[in-house]
């Protein structure tokens, strides 16, 4: 069984730029989020998706941060504009529909300069 | 509100030596509890669950007990080796909104 994919890995980019990060989740499962991963710090769950609707969105920064999952598959994450409080590695999970267990992909690292 | 508390590393160790992460958790009503462990470029990985009060999760010589009566879920490992150098996140599941908290993290490196 394939797991979690994501693209970039790595991402460095100046202030003020955009950038978009790409998921595909494992076949099959219906929920899909996107965390936010500090350097030191735990994880932070930035947006949940059940299918193509989402379930939380509460500590997205909207102002910049924006992710969609049309066609309740894969998934994008994009920031724009980039600020250097961004640099982190950005995670994106996966479980099934009532499941308790998520999937991890590898991340990606962005730095900000 | 919900959130977990888990000992601050770095934790350094000799080869088999025991190991101990402590972590404690505040929930209202009955999370479920996770280990995840996070190799050096690499996502997080499941290491063990636990779902109710008592439960053990158990998995590569690593065990962790559900004690609800201190809110904590230490993970302990018998005798360490170096390929078990990594990052350890403690985890709860709040069941009723399917989002799961994690700690802050602990790095444990272990000398051959």
């Known amino acids: 069984e394939a797991g979690v994919a994501q693209s970039p890995r790595y991402k460095i980019i100046e202030k003020r730029q955009s950038v978009a990060f790409w998921c595909n989740p494992i076949?099959?499962?219906?929920?899909l989020y996107w965390y936010q991963q500090i350097l030191g710090q735990g994880p932070k769950l930035l947006i949940q998706?059940?299918?193509?609707?989402?379930?939380?969105d509460s500590q997205l920064p909207k102002d910049r941060f924006s992710a969609e999952r049309l066609k309740g598959v894969d998934s994008t994450l994009k920031i724009q504009p980039a600020k250097l409080e961004d640099s982190a590695v950005y995670l994106c999970?996966?479980?099934?529909?009532?499941?308790?267990?998520?999937?991890f992909g590898p991340g990606t690292r962005l730095t900000v300069t | 509100g919900n959130s977990v508390t888990q000992m601050e590393g770095p934790v350094t160790l000799s080869e088999e030596a025991f190991l101990t992460i402590n972590c404690t958790y505040t929930?209202?009503?009955?999370?479920?509890l996770f280990w995840y462990v996070q190799y050096p470029g690499e996502g997080l990985q499941l290491l063990l669950k636990?779902?109710?009060?008592?439960d053990k999760g158990s998995n590569k010589g690593f065990e962790a007990t559900y004690r609800k009566e201190t809110t904590s879920f230490h993970l302990e490992k018998g005798s360490v080796q170096v390929s078990d150098s990594a990052v350890y996140f403690c985890?709860?599941?709040?069941?009723?909104?399917?989002?799961?908290?994690f700690g802050s993290g602990t790095r444990l490196s272990i000398r051959p």
């Open positions: 985890a709860l599941l709040w069941s009723s909104a399917s989002k799961i908290i």
């Open positions: 636990a779902t109710k009060a008592d």
């Open positions: 999970a996966s479980s099934p529909v009532g499941g308790n267990e998520q999937y």
């Open positions: 998706f059940q299918n193509n609707g989402v379930v939380d």
């Open positions: 929930a209202t009503g009955y999370p479920s």
């Open positions: 076949s099959g499962h219906a929920t």
